[in-house]
């Protein structure tokens, strides 16, 4: 299996500008999650999925950013109008069950907001 | 709700020397438990797990770690450091029958010295 796979892996974008970020999960994991790090805050679940439905978004900051899973095997995290604070490193994970599973990450996405 | 407590920020050690990272989680029951490592410009990979049964497991790379319920603790060990060992380490918490989330500490920064 190929694992986690995210795109792009870097992205520099003007601010006002909207960002598209990818994930495309291990085929058969059931629930997605969309994560953000950066050093002032670690990591922080923005959202995350179970077949396809998102369950928890509380923690997407604002309503500049949504996310999407249309299908089992992609979904999207967009920030629009992105802002010089949403520079941080975005990673997803996938997982096949609930949380005794543990979760499978990406590579990450690192976005710079100029 | 379950949280997970790293209390060292950043360690230094030895090439050779012996490792131990430490993690305190709050939970009413047994929970799940994870070790995970990142490296620069990566994302996270699982070290190893808990879930029941023996309380010290096995994981890649020659790490162990040990459950010790008395303490709420899983820490982190290794015997021998090898300088790429050096990279951020992640223990996080699963809370069963509760929630799909896990909750990652803050992470600890191993750096190693030849």
């Known amino acids: 299996d190929a694992g986690v796979i995210q795109s792009p892996r870097h992205e520099v974008t003007e601010m006002g500008q909207e960002v598209t970020l990818r994930c495309k999960p291990i085929?058969?994991?059931?629930?997605l999650f969309w994560y953000r790090q950066t050093m002032m805050r670690g990591l922080e679940l923005l959202i995350y999925?179970?077949?396809?439905?998102?369950?928890?978004d509380s923690g997407m900051p604002e309503d500049r950013f949504s996310a999407k899973m249309p299908n089992a095997s992609f979904s999207t995290l967009k920030i629009q109008p992105s802002e010089p604070r949403d520079s941080a490193v975005y990673f997803c994970?996938?997982?096949?069950?609930?949380?005794?599973?543990?979760?499978?990450f990406g590579s990450g996405t690192r976005l710079t907001v100029v | 709700a379950q949280s997970v407590t790293q209390p060292d920020i950043h360690i230094t050690v030895s090439e050779g020397a012996s490792l131990e990272l430490r993690c305190n989680y709050s939970?009413?029951?047994?929970?799940?438990l994870f070790w995970y490592v990142q490296s620069p410009g990566q994302g996270l990979q699982l070290l190893l797990k808990?879930?029941?049964?023996?309380?010290l497991v096995q994981g890649i790379k020659g790490f162990e770690a040990e459950f010790k319920r008395s303490q709420s603790s899983f820490n982190l060990r290794k015997p021998s450091v090898h300088w790429s060992d050096a990279a951020e380490y992640f223990c996080?918490?699963?809370?069963?029958?509760?929630?799909?989330?896990?909750?990652f500490g803050t992470g600890t920064r191993l750096q190693v010295f030849p």
């Open positions: 999925f179970n077949n396809n439905v998102p369950i928890d």
């Open positions: 996080a918490v699963g809370a069963p029958y509760n929630t799909d989330k896990l909750i």
């Open positions: 939970y009413g029951a047994t929970p799940y």
């Open positions: 085929s058969g994991h059931d629930y």
């Open positions: 994970a996938s997982s096949p069950g609930g949380p005794g599973h543990g979760y499978t």
């Open positions: 808990y879930f029941s049964g023996d309380t």
